[in-house]
């Protein structure tokens, strides 16, 4: 099935208002998601943090170091991340370098 097929079999069994969500994302005019409450631990460590994101160690560990992602130094040299910026990162309101 070619993607059109697919678009219009997927237009013609939707209902009428993931219809209109699908034109107003089509025209860029998506509204913004509610605030989700943010579930589990609150800060992460370096590794659960790069893997949140889908990135490398070495590479998450750059962005934090030039200052893309904020830092929180538990005592010396033991660092978390907060979840809440990665969830903004994540949206788009900034961005980590995927080069590894």
Do not use: C, N
Not at 61 to 76: D, S, Y
């Amino acid at each position: 099935m070619t993607l059109t097929e697919e678009l219009i079999t997927a237009a013609v069994a939707a209902t009428d208002e993931k219809k209109a969500a699908a034109l107003r994302a089509l025209r860029g005019e998506v509204a913004a998601q509610p605030i989700k409450t943010i579930q589990g631990p609150l800060l992460l460590g370096i590794g659960a943090a790069a893997k949140f994101l889908g990135v490398s160690r070495g590479t998450f560990w750059r962005a934090m170091q030039a200052g893309k992602i904020k830092k929180v130094e538990l005592h010396a040299g033991s660092y978390r991340v907060r979840k809440e910026d990665l969830l903004e990162l994540a949206a788009g309101k900034e961005s980590v370098d995927r080069r590894q």
